[in-house]
């Protein structure tokens, strides 16, 4: 039978990576090709993302990528991290470097925005939980910039990269869903919405869907990376949540999932979005996925809050660490790992401390006892989050399956399953890599449906169970403990 090689370049917040998926009718295999970090980079007008450095990983990538096999890959996709975008002017040049989502612009601008549209209508029209980085509200606190007045293009970050690659723009769906200028019902632009606010959509490239041809690789891309022409790059769900939820392993309907990496994203896949005032409340978010399905999920801190404490630490060994972190007292101290008090970066460490002096807990002190706190408050989080989805949609799930880097992390999967009370399947750790392969592959015709891409991976990717230990009453009591702050 036959058997395609795919290049998924997948950039996540922490690093990079570019994976070889060779697909057949019933094989699926994932190889690292090439792995590079993604440090950003702090400015004197702000935090912003070094895209040219992350393009040269992509470059260097697909050339690792043809070298697996033999200088020819059927298709190439991108994803990466939602909601930033880089601007061109009228030929076509990026204007300046990518601002981060962690970036203190957006501070009091939702304020701003809520004053023309009430929040609860923003999310009735658009369904995304308030996050400041949200681009819409990086849109408004850019408004008067002399760099928005000159652009004339928006490209979201795995849009942009597809455009040096190729030559050619356009913005795809899943990720234009987290812009919250998109109606999950229509799955169109939001144009009332956009117009209330002043925002001009001629700046956005058409909507482009996963599967869509996006133009073939430039000459000059075949050139610097060996490939052999032409190399067609192919729409998959750029937004990388997006690509990982399509990758969950699951076999029936009643799953929830946690894609944990820099964030842990925690919910449901459902057919129809939930737009309910309590369900803003609750900051759950509606983006798109493939196939007509609703992302709907809450943004929790993740893994972020340990990447910064062991920076702080001076980067400590993370396997003797979380060691460590098991044989610490459970459940001492917990913080609240959706705040978006969180969001910026430094100080770790000393700000997790102070949320715990201020709700009255014992005060982590040693890097073990820090970490401990960071994954009990993760697994509290993903505990709390699958209740309030399964509640506020009225879907009932019997597993939790988690993806993403925090698979590697069995501490962090034991307590998420003991907080949940819930076997979680754990796996794979690759999971955005692996959807954005079987998207192109589905593409060029090779896998069948979301349910046929799935029980490719049940049956090819390795998968390791954890059963909860009991003990649900002491997340309830921490969950109130925290409730009551
Ligand atoms: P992102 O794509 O958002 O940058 P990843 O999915 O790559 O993030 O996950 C990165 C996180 O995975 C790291 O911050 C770390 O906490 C965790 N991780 C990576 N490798 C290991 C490991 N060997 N053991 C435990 N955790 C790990
Ligand atoms: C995870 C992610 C998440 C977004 C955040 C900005 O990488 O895409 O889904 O909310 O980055």
């Not at 972020?304 to 007292?329: N, T």
């Not at 059963?467 to 925290?482: C, D, F, I, K, Y």
């Amino acid at each position: 039978a036959t058997v395609k090689s795919y290049a998924a370049v997948d950039l996540g917040a922490s690093s990079g990576r570019v994976m070889v998926g060779r697909v057949g009718p019933d094989s699926l295999e994932l190889a690292e090709a090439h792995r590079f970090p993604n440090r950003p980079v702090r400015v004197p007008e702000g935090l912003r993302w070094d895209v040219l450095g992350l393009y040269a990983g992509v470059l260097d990538g697909l050339k690792a990528a043809g070298a697996h096999c033999g200088g020819r890959l059927d298709s190439v996709g991108i994803d990466s991290w939602a909601v930033d975008y880089g601007l061109l002017d009228e030929d076509g040049a990026l204007l300046g470097n990518p601002v981060h989502y962690r970036d203190s612009r957006t501070e009091g601008v939702a304020d701003k925005v809520w004053a023309t549209v009430p929040a609860a209508e923003l999310y009735a029209a658009t369904g995304l939980q308030y996050a400041p980085f949200n681009t819409l509200y990086q849109l408004t606190a850019a408004r008067s910039t002399a760099q928005l007045a000159r652009a004339r293009r928006l490209l979201l970050m795995p849009d942009l990269l597809t455009y040096w690659l190729t030559g050619e723009q356009g913005t795809e769906l899943t990720n234009a869903s987290t812009t919250q200028l998109i109606d999950p019902r229509t799955r169109d632009w939001a144009y009332g919405l956009a117009s209330r606010l002043g925002i001009d959509l001629n700046l956005f490239a058409p909507l482009r869907r996963p599967g869509d041809p996006s133009g073939l690789l430039r000459a000059g891309v075949l050139e610097e990376t060996g490939l052999a022409g032409p190399v067609p790059v192919t729409a998959v769900g750029s937004h990388d949540t997006a690509s990982a939820v399509a990758a969950v392993p699951a076999s029936g309907e009643r799953f929830a999932y946690i894609c944990t990496g820099t964030w842990s994203l925690a919910g449901l896949e459902l057919d129809a979005p939930v737009l309910t005032e309590e369900s803003r409340a609750a900051n759950f978010t509606n983006e798109l996925g493939l196939d007509g399905t609703v992302r709907y999920l809450r943004n929790i801190m993740g893994l972020w809050l340990l990447q910064e404490c062991v920076r702080a630490w001076g980067d400590p060994d993370l396997g003797a660490l979380l060691l460590e972190a098991s044989r610490a007292p459970a459940l001492r101290s917990v913080v609240d790992a959706g705040d978006a008090a969180f969001l910026a970066p430094g100080r770790m460490p000393e700000r997790i401390a102070e949320a715990c002096r201020l709700s009255g807990q014992p005060v982590p002190e040693s890097p073990a006892e820090v970490t401990r706190c960071i994954l009990d408050s993760l697994a509290l989080a993903h505990r709390t989050a699958v209740q309030d989805a399964q509640r506020l949609a009225g879907h009932a799930v019997d597993v939790v399956h988690v993806v993403g880097g925090g698979t590697r992390n069995a501490l962090l999967c034991q307590l998420t399953a003991d907080a949940c009370g819930l076997p979680v399947v754990a796996g794979p750790t690759e999971a955005a890599a692996l959807g954005n392969v079987l998207v192109q592959a589905r593409a060029h015709g090779l896998a069948g449906d979301l349910a046929g891409m799935r029980r490719l991976l049940v049956n090819t990717q390795p998968l390791t169970r954890y059963e909860p230990r009991g003990g649900t009453e002491r997340w309830h009591s921490a969950q109130a403990r925290l409730a009551g702050h």
